[in-house]
């Protein structure tokens, strides 16, 4: 039993896992991608909506300036962190980043509509 | 949560310490070093005297400042301590961009004519950005990097964890089985679990605005593009500092009248009290300037945060000036998270708890690491075909984790030989260190696994254990010296470097009892770390 | 050192609540604790974390107490789980010894 298998996995791999059979396990290849695809979902797509949060905390957050900016900022750690995770175990690696497109788009129109 | 998810944060748990383990080990075990670094780079000086009375070092320093640089845009004296006994002074010339600094022996206020070396700053620096000098931000973005990978290490070991709190106490080590190494990594990893956490999180404060500069772009960038923004933040940094800690009297620029400054003692001695703790620094801006301003830092302790209780005098005339500005809530827990980092109002039973809990933040990546070999170490029972990965991160496991401790003793042994008078000796000392570190591993990669492990454990007793009598051949600052006079920063010293001898000692004997054992037995292992027990359990 | 009885206290709470558990306690005592004698020894480990915390936030203050606490419950604890895993017989007397005399340096500090 390799690593992989036990691995996120991709889509079929799991819907298999979960109804309790051991489904036709994808190509290796397939899987490494998927590995690939939720690690760049997590470290990238990841930083990208810390980011966008970061800013839009700071901009929208009741606090002076300088206030706003420290918060936001210590914050964004935890984001990072929880989006790294979910990159993970979410049902699919494109579920992971359409998940990480509707944050930072949601993220990027409130600051550029609400911030001042 | 499902067993499939659970799989998955186990996964994640295993490749992301992997990937990061190495990096975080040293982070941890050079932070720990740290930890007592004052206390290393005094050692490491042993031409300097124990401290004497700060007021006298004061006065020593203004004396010297006043010849050196009277008319300086500002002057810093640190006073001596317990745990680093010479005076620090550093100035700022009006036109240069650079800050020189000297050391003076407390006592005669003479420039220190101690040995050159970088001292425990070494571990510092390698510590928070990997010795990397130019520029200095970018070794920040490699421990910040790391730092994101131990936080998911973290979580995801809790939520794989499934009765954490009720496993509590039944952790127990058995007799060399892959059940001790998980048994071990959780018994580190699980009480001390707030320590970890705490650790790993507030290391980002310090960096925070480096790495992640989003929110200080958005609220103190200007109007130029974004891109042209990024390559200099240098503006916006400066905004978002002055934002945050303007008071606006120890702000004052110089007013090109000259007026000779306040004797410091008179001012450092009235603030004492008012300061509720010994002086521990005191900057002169405009020295000798009708605007000069003189502020007296308390000597850190008595609470959280890393910006201890301060005070602000004129310079001309002694008086106080009036603190107009205090910390807002958010920028009080900013700097109680920084200052929980740093530990430096951690009095010495503290700091000696701060010290054990980062060993065993050290020893729970360590064993981590090794798991990770020996989880998969079942999947070959073709001893002789190890595929190059597993290969490789044995070896680097081993450079890392006693190689790593090695280097930093043969440090120390640099420190004690190599002739005082050499040039750019602190730089050597530094080269020392990396290239017995780079050795360990040359040596672990021309050596059968197991062999290697109890070699290096073997080689790490005696490069610690021989350091008191070391000290005690190349100066005269020696164990029972020390013990008689009372001098327990340096008696400290060689006792810890002793007992890590003996704890190194400890590990290469039963490294090497059970190589012995498996040898003997007939099954050749390729690790040390094996048991032929192993297989019969999860 | 008075310092010291916030470690001796962590390390006596750990030692109760271990003796706590049935298994531990087998090894220990040789037979399994009574209801009313784990129910006992839970409630010790509680209230000896209490005056640890209480003696810490006294001596350092509330934020440094704290942190010291927490610290110091933790390295407590892995001390006492390596006794009990190697020499369970000296919890009982070590557990006691610790929480007389960190009652004790707290009292007197």
Known sequence: MRSEAIGPGTRAARRGRRRGVEGPRPSLVRRRADVAARAAAAIVGGYAVAAVATAALARLLPLPRSDATAAATLFSFVVYTVIAIGSFTAPSSLAAWLRISFATAALATALLVFGK | ?538 | MIEASLYLLAFAAAAAGCLSIERRHIEVFGNPPSPMRRLLLKIAAWILLAAALCEAVFEQGPGIGAVEWTIAAGLGAILLIVVASFRPRWVPRLGVMAACWGMALTVIG
């Open chain 2, 1 to 538: 949560m499902s067993t499939s998810i659970r799989k998955s944060l186990a996964w994640l748990h295993a490749w992301a310490g992997l990937v990061a383990g190495w990096a975080l080990f040293m982070m941890f075990l050079a932070g720990t070093a740290s930890v007592f670094k004052e206390e290393i780079t005094a050692w490491m000086s042993p031409e300097l005297g124990p401290g004497i009375d700060a007021m006298d070092a004061l006065e020593a320093a203004e004396a010297r400042l006043n010849a050196v640089a009277p008319d300086a845009e500002r002057w810093s004296i640190r006073l001596p301590s317990e745990r680093s006994p010479a005076t620090r002074i550093t100035w700022r010339a009006r036109d240069a961009s650079v800050t020189e600094s000297e050391m003076l022996d407390a006592g005669s206020g003479r420039v220190v004519a101690a040995r050159e070396t970088r001292g425990g700053d070494l571990f510092y620096r390698l510590h928070y950005r990997f010795e990397i000098s130019n520029p200095v931000r970018r070794g920040w973005w490699i421990s910040g990097a790391a730092t994101m990978f131990m936080l998911v290490a973290i979580m995801t070991g809790v939520l794989t964890h499934k009765r954490i709190f009720r496993d509590f106490f039944t952790f127990r080590p058995r007799a060399a089985t892959q059940r001790t190494w998980l048994d071990a990594h959780l018994l580190l990893a699980v009480p001390l679990l707030p320590f970890h956490l705490m650790i790993a999180y507030t290391g980002l404060v310090p960096i925070m605005t480096t790495v992640m500069p989003w929110g200080m772009i958005a609220n103190y960038g200007d109007e130029r593009p974004l891109l042209e923004q990024l390559a200099d933040l240098d503006a916006a940094r400066r905004a978002y500092s002055s934002d945050r800690r303007a008071d606006p009297a120890a702000q004052r620029p110089p007013a090109h009248v000259p007026s000779p400054t306040v004797a410091l003692r008179s001012i450092a001695e009235q603030a004492a009290q008012q300061l509720g703790g010994p002086v521990g620094s005191i900057s002169v801006r405009n020295p000798n300037d009708a605007n000069a301003v003189v502020e007296v830092v308390r000597r850190p302790g008595g609470a959280l945060s890393n910006r201890p209780a301060r005070l602000l005098f004129d310079g001309s005339t002694g008086d106080p000036l009036p603190v107009t500005t205090s910390p807002s809530p958010v920028a009080k827990i900013q700097a109680a998270l920084y200052g929980m980092h740093m530990a430096r109002f951690a009095d010495p039973m503290l700091r000696w708890a701060y010290f054990a809990a980062g060993l065993a933040s050290s020893a729970m990546i360590a064993t981590g690491l090794t798991l990770w070999i020996i989880k998969r170490r079942r999947r070959f029972t073709d001893q002789t075909r190890i595929p190059f990965g597993h290969w490789l991160v044995e070896r680097l496991n081993i450079a890392a984790i006693v190689g790593l401790p090695i280097a930093m003793a043969a440090y120390f042994w640099a420190n004690r030989l190599l002739p005082l008078d050499v040039a750019a000796r602190a730089q050597l000392e530094v080269r020392t260190f990396f290239l017995v570190w780079l050795s360990t591993l040359v040596v672990a990669m021309l050596r059968p696994a197991d062999r290697a492990w109890a070699e290096v454990l073997g080689s790490a007793a005696f490069a610690f254990g021989a350091i008191p009598l070391l000290n005690a051949l190349t100066t005269d600052r020696h164990l029972v010296a020390s013990v008689v006079q009372g001098d327990w920063l340096m008696a400290g010293f060689d006792s810890t470097m002793a007992a890590i001898g003996l704890l190194f000692a400890w590990c290469a004997v039963k490294v090497a009892g059970r190589t012995r054992a498996s040898a003997a037995e007939g099954t050749a292992v390729p690790s040390a770390l094996d048991s032929s027990t192993w297989r019969s359990h999860e």
